[in-house]
């Protein structure tokens, strides 16, 4: 099947009523990307529109535009009545009049018969008329176009989608990386929590970026742990992407903002630190050549192991 525009499916679509919509997404590979749908006027869907985006490809619109006329032009012939039989009905042979016995008739006598008829000879001294016959005049009516058909306002771009930016994080994201941490299992901060915590890390020579499509949609941590048997190792601290966002390669985009920034710090090795709570996050870390090496053990103390804030004497 021929390869058509997006322009020549929406006014195929257009010429017989319908709505053709087409997937916002710009990005090959993700979601419902170079899929379309169809609708009628009323906004019905008709053909590619699901529960998680569009489904039908551009040969299947043009299938269904293609059938829909067919079935359009079939009911339209069956619709028109036949042709009414001609009102003029074959005339019926007239009767012969009944003249009896044929009887032979003698000839005449030569003198009962009329005399022929002279032929008349032109006459040289008269001139033929060389008058032509008018014609009749005939006169050109134009033929009036048919009114074109009212074309319905063509649909709107969509807006394009804002494209994904990695920075650093400031102290300004403390309000929107307070809610974002927020999915994860066991943390519920504040802004100023967040906004202190930011500070003592970035004493720490530690580091975070977020993502940003529009509003921040991910968040990823570091820092630099110095050890004695394998020099300076770059650890991720946090990683997380909002829930509507996933999939979509923003944690891949943070994690190598990490990893370039860790190895200008002389990072050699870099670790991830996999909460198992969170669904999918191991898999995440393998698609990306990590191999588990260690367990990860972890007990409270002080505040934590107490649940109430552990207070210095001074004496």
């Not at 079939?74 to 074959?90: E, F, G, M, V």
């Not at 003198?111 to 060389?130: C, G, L, M, W």
């Not at 048997?229 to 944690?251: C, E, F, M």
């Amino acid at each position: 099947m021929a390869e058509v525009s997006d322009d020549q499916l929406r006014e195929m679509a257009q010429h017989r009523g319908l709505k053709l919509i087409k997937s916002r997404r710009r990005k090959p590979g993700t979601g419902d990307f170079g899929k379309y749908g169809l609708t009628d006027a009323d906004g019905k869907t008709l053909l590619g529109i699901g529960d998680d985006g569009l489904t039908a490809s551009a040969d299947d619109i043009q299938d269904y535009l293609r059938s829909s006329e067919q079935s359009t032009w079939k009911q339209s012939a069956d619709a028109t009545p036949d042709r009414p039989a001609s009102r003029d009905k074959p005339r019926s042979p007239e009767p012969e009049e009944d003249v009896g016995p044929i009887r032979r008739r003698s000839k005449p006598a030569l003198r009962d018969r009329p005399a022929p008829r002279r032929r008349e000879e032109p006459d040289p001294a008269r001139k033929p008329s060389t008058k032509a016959h008018p014609k009749p005049s005939l006169r050109l009516v134009p033929k009036a176009e048919p009114e074109p058909e009212p074309h319905p306002d063509p649909e709107p771009m969509p807006a394009p989608e804002p494209e994904l930016r990695i920075r650093a994080a400031t102290a300004n994201d403390a309000g929107s990386l307070a809610a974002l941490l927020g999915q994860l299992s066991g943390v519920s901060l504040d802004s100023t929590e967040v906004a202190d915590n930011l500070a003592a890390a970035r004493q720490a020579k530690a580091g975070m970026v977020v993502a940003e499509l529009g509003d921040i949609v991910g968040c990823c941590g570091w820092a630099v742990v110095a050890t004695v048997h394998r020099g300076p190792i770059g650890r991720v601290t946090v990683l997380i992407v909002d829930k509507r966002h996933r999939r979509r390669g923003v944690g891949t985009a943070m994690l190598a903002a990490a990893e370039t920034a860790l190895a200008k710090a002389g990072c050699r090795q870099i670790e991830a630190m996999s909460d198992i709570t969170i669904d999918n996050s191991h898999n995440f870390f393998r698609s990306l050549k990590f191999e588990q090496a260690s367990y990860r053990f972890v007990r409270m103390i002080g505040k934590g192991a107490t649940g109430e804030r552990v207070r210095h004497r001074t004496n």
